[in-house]
């Protein structure tokens, strides 16, 4: 069976925990291939608790030019509208780690997003409990 390619944006601390219990709860079924992470520091060490060393890459965009089964976007909190707004148009299903925004107008706008997205995207709540994974 094929190894499902993973990509992160924003592996930092959340970031490194998803991938490595997404690898987990798949027996290895599914690895973090590809990463979007701005920060050096944050990137080695999460490289260094994963065992691997993902693809770095520098902008989000490049993402949708891989080939790639998902994505998880674990980016800070005010990131997430405008990560997903740079994967418009994309068919990859993507976690999205909560909370979605702190204030209620972009929550909205996260939604209205969602309700055009052409893939699943799901709200990561408790990771091993959602059925898409």
Known sequence: MNKKKIGIIGFG??????G?????????LAKVTAVYEP???RYQQSCDFLGHKPTRLDSIS????????GIIISSPNHCHLENLMELKG???????EK??????????DVVRFSE????????????????II
């Open 13 to 18: 601390s959340i970031g490194k925990h998803l």
């Open 62 to 69: 490049k993402m949708r030019e891989l080939d790639l089964d």
């Open 116 to 131: 055009s997205y052409a893939a699943p995207i799901v709200v990561d709540h408790v990771m091993r409990y959602t059925p």
């Open 90 to 96: 994309s068919d990859l299903p993507l976690l999205l």
């Open 99 to 108: 909370p979605l925004d702190a204030s209620f107008e972009t929550i909205c």
């Open 20 to 28: 490595q219990e997404l690898q987990d709860v798949t027996d290895g």
């Open 39 to 41: 920060s050096d520091v």
